[in-house]
C-alpha cells in the first residue's frame, strides 16, 4: 500500500479585517451619539450688535424675523399667528429647550415682539434675543 501525502495549507496567507471593521463600526457609532447637530432657522439675518452679548448654547428652537417682515422657523417662512403651534410642536422632541430669535437689526420691533410673545404662549419660559458681540 502507498500512502499518499496530501500538501494541506494550514494557515491562509490572508489578512483578517474583522477587528478593523468592528473598530471602524464602533467609532462611527461613537461620533454619531457624541455630536451636536446645529439647527438652523432657514435664512441669513444681520444681527445686532450688543456688547453684553454672550453665547448661549441649549437654545434648540430659532425664529429667525427678516428686514423685510418675514418669519422664518425650521427652514421655512410661516406666518407670524402660526409660530406658537409650531413652537408646541418641536418642543415636545425637548421640552425644557430655549427659544432664540435672530432678528435683523432692520427688522420691526413690534413684529419682533409678536414673536417672542407666540413663543411664551407656547409654554417657553427662556426666549432670548440674538446679538453678535462688538468687534466681530
Excluded: C, Y
Aim: aromatic letters at 4%; hydrophobic letters at 45%; a negative charge.
Amino acid at each position: 500500500m502507498r500512502m499518499r501525502r496530501h500538501h494541506q495549507q494550514d494557515e491562509d496567507t490572508g489578512i483578517d479585517l474583522t477587528p478593523m471593521l468592528d473598530v471602524v463600526f464602533i467609532m462611527l457609532i461613537f461620533f454619531i451619539v457624541t455630536s451636536s447637530f446645529i439647527k438652523e432657522s432657514g435664512v441669513e439675518v444681520q444681527r445686532p450688535q450688543a456688547g453684553s452679548a454672550t453665547a448661549q448654547d441649549k437654545g434648540n428652537i430659532l425664529i429667525a424675523v427678516t428686514a423685510d417682515g418675514q418669519v422664518w422657523l425650521d427652514k421655512q417662512p410661516v406666518d407670524v399667528r402660526s409660530v406658537r403651534a409650531h413652537v408646541e410642536r418641536m418642543r415636545v422632541d425637548r421640552p425644557e429647550g430655549s427659544v432664540v430669535v435672530q432678528a435683523d437689526r432692520d427688522a420691526r420691533t413690534g413684529l419682533v415682539v409678536q414673536v417672542m410673545d407666540q413663543a411664551r404662549l407656547a409654554g417657553v419660559r427662556d426666549v432670548a434675543l440674538a446679538a453678535s458681540a462688538e468687534g466681530r
